[in-house]
């Protein structure tokens, strides 16, 4: 089933889809009560007594010199930031440390049962967080996608994002309705596509789920290893009959960018963040949801085990949860931040971008990743490397 495109165009026809987004979406729970007005006190009560450091690992291009620089100024804390480009990274670094070396971590919500079981985060303490300052929906959604693990939160949800279809406008227009993962495997773009090796894969299973040639829906693959095989080794053979439409595969952003800003690519499945990148470059690069559904990802901070400044840890959370601290993540990152109230200092060009990435019923179609359990983190690692080195 397929809807005409939906053009956006007005100032104000932007701004109600990125207003829209927030009242009724993340996973549909309760509207958004209100704007935010983060308490200040609540915030600084702490911060200013303690006025220490805090230790930062979070994924490359999330925090600014200009988060930093406010976080100081509202705290008197010095904050350090540390990046990786995969989380996967990040959790082997903590768990040869035990968890200690950095206070805040900013997992995705699916794998934070995957760090617990590795023992390099500690609980959260509930009562020294704002919630208030978080969008609801986030907050209780998190809570059955891997946030709270055996009636214990590990994670306070900080942004949300997709990973769906990037395309230079001039040479591959895709249209909402049609545009779909099998895009990728066009014949006209043979050599010109990007993609990352694993969730390239899941991309490939949804499209083959919608032609009605997969053996399970795609969604069964994380409940057994049983179905996740026969599924995968359908996806794996399609794969490996495709790679040589691939001019390169990405792992980190900085990858995913070159792709189309120096290796020549012109089609690929990134994350939003970097068709929002590029574009704010100047390149003719767009961003769209496929028919099948944009990949869709929850993060959130995390304090490891071995954090040295808590109290810090909290002091960032909390002041994350103000929407200015939220439209600054934002604007930087190209992310969708989880601060009530953020979109009213978002730029027109962010909104602009939301709206054309998700068009009609986009925002109803999202793919949620589910929780990713161990067993499956090591299948999936397994048949993307079959892929890689085929």
């Not at 591959?172 to 066009?186: F, I, R, T, V």
């Not at 009530?340 to 949620?368: C, I, M, Q, R, S």
Request: aromatic share 12%; hydrophobic share 40%.
């Amino acid at each position: 089933m397929t809807k005409k495109p939906v053009e956006t165009t007005s100032s104000a026809a932007t701004l109600s889809a990125a207003r829209s987004f927030t009242r009724r979406t993340l996973l549909k729970s309760a509207a958004l009560a209100g704007a935010a007005t983060v308490g200040g006190p609540y915030l600084l009560r702490r911060a200013w007594a303690q006025s220490g450091e805090l230790k930062i690992f979070a994924w490359s291009g999330y925090i600014s010199d200009e988060m930093l620089a406010d976080f100081k100024s509202k705290t008197g804390i010095t904050a350090t930031y540390t990046p990786y480009g995969d989380q996967g990274e990040a959790l082997n670094q903590l768990r040869a440390t035990g968890g200690a070396g950095f206070d805040l971590i900013q997992p995705t919500v699916d794998r934070v049962p995957e760090f617990v079981a590795q023992e390099v985060l500690q609980p959260l303490d509930e009562n020294k967080i704002n919630w208030d300052g978080c969008i609801e929906s986030a907050v209780t959604g998190s809570e059955t996608r891997g946030g709270v693990v055996d009636g214990r939160r590990y994670v306070a949800p900080s942004d949300w994002g997709t990973e769906a279809l990037a395309f230079d406008s001039t040479v591959a227009p895709l249209e909402y309705g049609k545009a779909s993962y099998g895009d990728l495997w066009n014949p006209d773009y043979a050599g010109q596509v990007t993609l990352r090796g694993h969730s390239g894969l899941v991309g490939i299973g949804l499209w083959l789920e919608a032609e009605g040639r997969l053996p399970h829906p795609m969604i069964d693959s994380f409940k057994s290893e049983e179905i996740m095989r026969a599924n995968y080794d359908v996806i794996l053979q399609t794969a490996i009959e495709n790679k040589d439409k691939i001019g390169q595969f990405w792992a980190n952003e900085n990858e995913a960018q070159a792709a189309f800003r120096t290796n020549g690519c012109v089609i690929g499945q990134t994350w939003d963040g970097t068709a929002a990148t590029l574009r704010k470059e100047g390149l003719p690069i767009r961003y769209l949801a496929p028919k099948e559904g944009a990949l869709t990802w929850l993060e959130g901070f995390s304090i490891t085990k071995g954090a040295e400044n808590v109290e810090a840890a909290y002091a960032w959370i909390n002041w994350y949860y103000t929407p200015e601290a939220g439209a600054m993540y934002t604007r930087h990152s190209g992310y969708n931040t989880t601060a009530k109230g953020a979109e009213e200092f978002l730029p027109e060009d962010a909104k602009t971008f939301f709206a054309e990435a998700y068009p009609g019923d986009a925002l109803d179609k999202l793919w949620w990743w589910p929780v990713q359990e161990s067993w499956f983190v090591s299948a999936r690692n397994e048949y993307q490397d079959r892929f890689l080195s085929a």
